[in-house]
């Protein structure tokens, strides 16, 4: 896939896992200082819950994040296909 070629969805939906991923960064720090917060917990296991939500929805209509067995992929081979998160 050209990065011309790229819809709008694909954007979309790694900016949101991006923020998503920016606040589990935020509330590891927070917790990493303060771990019996039971309120940071219950934020912290609902961003990574959401997290994987995103990962999934992104994979099933991009094709995977990461290597080595983190995604699962269709046929034919998805790494080949371009471009890949890290391009965009």
Known sequence: MNPREV?????QQLYDLQAVDFVL???TLFLDTHPD?????????QFAQKRK????????DFGPLMP??????KQPWQWVETPWPWQV
């Open 53 to 60: 939500q995103l990962v999934q929805q992104f994979e099933f």
């Open 37 to 45: 917060d039971l309120g940071a917990i219950q934020q912290y296991n």
């Open 7 to 11: 819809p709008e969805a694909y954007y």
């Open 25 to 27: 960064v935020e509330l």
């Open 68 to 73: 080595f067995g983190h995604a699962y992929t």
